[in-house]
C-alpha cells in the first residue's frame, strides 16, 4: 500500500472512531437548570451595581445589566419585578427565568 493510502484510511478510521465516539455520548449542559435542593442566588435590582447584576441574572450580560442600572437611576427604584419589562432589551423569558433571582429590598 502506498503511504498516501494508508494515511487516507487512517484518517477514515479516526474520523469514524470520533463521530462513533459523540453520538454514543450524551450530551451535558453547561447550564444546567438549578436543582429544588439548591441554593439560587438573588440580586437586588435597586442596589446592585452592573456588574453584579449581569453575574447573578441568566441571560443578562453587560449590556444589558447597564440598561437596568440606567431604567433604575432615570425611574427611580422599581416598585415590581415586572418593571424589568420596561428595560430596553428584557423580554418576558428573561424575565421568567430570572424571577426567582431577583429581588427589590
Same mark, same amino acid.
Given at each position: 500500500? %502506498? %503511504?498516501?493510502?494508508?494515511?487516507?484510511?487512517?484518517?477514515?478510521?479516526?474520523?469514524? %472512531?470520533?463521530?462513533m465516539l459523540?453520538?454514543s455520548?450524551?450530551?451535558?449542559?453547561l447550564?444546567?437548570?438549578?436543582?429544588?435542593?439548591?441554593?439560587?442566588?438573588q440580586?437586588?435590582?435597586?442596589?446592585?451595581?452592573?456588574?453584579?447584576?449581569?453575574?447573578?441574572?441568566?441571560?443578562?450580560?453587560a449590556?444589558?445589566?447597564k440598561?437596568?442600572?440606567q431604567?433604575?437611576?432615570?425611574?427611580g427604584?422599581?416598585? %415590581?419585578?415586572?418593571?424589568?419589562?420596561?428595560?430596553?432589551?428584557?423580554?418576558?423569558?428573561?424575565?421568567?427565568?430570572?424571577?426567582?433571582?431577583?429581588?427589590?429590598?
Amino acid at each position: 500500500m %502506498s %503511504s498516501q493510502f494508508t494515511k487516507y484510511a487512517f484518517n477514515l478510521l479516526l474520523a469514524g %472512531s470520533v463521530t462513533m465516539l459523540l453520538a454514543s455520548t450524551p450530551a451535558v449542559s453547561l447550564a444546567q437548570e438549578p436543582q429544588k435542593s439548591d441554593v439560587v442566588q438573588q440580586v437586588n435590582i435597586n442596589m446592585a451595581d452592573e456588574q453584579i447584576i449581569a453575574d447573578v441574572l441568566v441571560g443578562v450580560g453587560a449590556a444589558k445589566a447597564k440598561a437596568i442600572v440606567q431604567f433604575r437611576e432615570e425611574h427611580g427604584p422599581f416598585t %415590581s419585578i415586572d418593571q424589568l419589562l420596561d428595560v430596553n432589551g428584557i423580554g418576558e423569558s428573561t424575565l421568567t427565568t430570572n424571577r426567582d433571582r431577583i429581588k427589590l429590598e
